[in-house]
């Protein structure tokens, strides 16, 4: 830019000079042309002004080289400070709250690159203080019905109406064990994800893992509802923590035995080249189609898990999601509504981990 100002300049300032120069030689009259050469005196006029000419120009190319630097400065200028002047409104507006503002486009690549950066900052920051609010509400009315419960026993007790029988005192121990539940989980959840949960990744056997937790769950199970295990015996060594594991196959085991009335529950475990694969399958009343993109959400619960007052605290799934992930596994499900669910989970092969 500054390069084609100073040949713009140079150029109206030698255009300039030729035009002035033979103004100038034309009014300069020769007083006897029909000799050979001129005369001295008319040499010397001639390079008076011929050096008149040329500082009058380079006067005038440093002049119109000003105004045009000029000009393209105020241009320029202009041209940032527009898009400047509306990223710091637009970070104002954050600054107070405001996430649904947003920075328009700019003609500069720069500034239209950090404006797309900053409006998407704002909102994923706006979809952080939406889920805020919704887990404040969620955990108020999951904390609210134990709480209600216990009080009105208590409210019973106190006025007499009601004295502290075997059965009122499982009741209330049911409701503050929900409570301890519900607490328990939102610290492993709040762990999982911000990524402070321990992990002690190493190579496990899976089929003993297995075996153990379908026995435990079975032995617990007081519904009359067939807990059954078909994997292979040869199973390979997949690459995670036992733990975490337990813990997955625990929740989407108590998951289906809560969720189905008659039937059966079936663990099936397989791999393939590169991962082994954990399927908990139920006959039990299903999960409607539209809800099963909410399934892994926190506090989220269907209405039929609803309407059965189930005793889940509505985040097992999503810590269970979380678990997976982290240990660099892959979680999906199916479902038919009054027909059944199928959870399927898989695990990295301690072969494809430590190869």
């Known amino acids: 830019m500054m390069l084609v100002t100073l040949v713009s300049a140079t150029s109206i300032a030698h255009i ?5 120069f033979e103004e100038k030689v034309s009014d300069t009259v020769i007083t006897n042309p029909s000799k050979p050469a001129p005369e001295k005196k ?11 000419v040329n500082n009058r120009g380079t006067h005038l190319a440093v002049l119109v080289s ?14 940032i400070d527009r898009p400047l002047r509306g990223i710091e ?15 328009p486009p700019s003609d500069i690549p720069e500034l239209h690159r950090l404006g797309l950066t900053l409006n998407s900052v704002a909102s994923r920051l706006q979809g952080v203080e939406e889920r805020r609010r919704e887990v404040i509400g969620d955990l108020a009315h999951e904390l609210g019905n134990p709480l209600t419960v216990i009080r009105g026993y208590l409210e019973l007790m106190s006025h007499g ?3 502290l029988t075997p059965s009122v005192g499982q009741q209330l121990h049911e409701e503050a064990e929900r ?11 709040s762990k999982v994800e911000t990524g402070n949960l321990p992990l002690h990744l190493q190579v496990v056997d899976p089929n003993p893992l297995l075996n153990s937790v379908v026995r435990a769950l079975s032995v617990r199970n007081r519904k009359g509802i067939r ?3 078909n994997c292979s015996r040869n199973l390979p060594e997949v690459f995670a923590d036992p733990d975490r594991v337990r813990q997955v196959l625990i929740n989407l085991i108590s998951n289906a035995l809560n969720y189905t009335e008659q039937g059966r529950v079936i663990v099936r475990a397989w791999n393939d080249d590169t991962r082994i694969w954990v399927e908990v399958s139920d006959t039990g009343v299903g999960i409607a189609p539209e809800d099963l993109p909410r399934v892994f959400d926190r506090f989220w619960r269907s209405e039929s898990s609803r309407r059965q007052n189930a005793c889940g605290t509505g985040i097992g799934l999503a810590i ?23 959870f399927r989970f898989s695990l990295p092969l301690a072969t494809t981990e430590l190869a």
């Open 16 to 20: 300039y000079k030729a035009q002035t």
């Open 179 to 189: 409570m301890a539940r519900l607490l328990e989980d939102l610290k492993t959840l």
């Open 227 to 229: 807990l059954e295990l």
């Open 66 to 79: 000003f105004v045009i630097v000029g000009l393209i400065t105020w241009t320029l200028t202009e041209t």
């Open 320 to 342: 269970t999601k979380h678990l997976v992930e982290v240990q660099g596994g892959q979680i999906n499900v199916e479902s038919e509504l009054n027909k059944g669910t199928v």
């Open 161 to 163: 109406e009601m004295s």
């Open 42 to 52: 008319d040499a010397d006029r001639l390079l008076e002004i011929f050096e008149q």
């Open 89 to 103: 409104r637009a970070i104002s507006q954050f600054n107070r709250g405001n996430l649904n503002a947003r920075i």
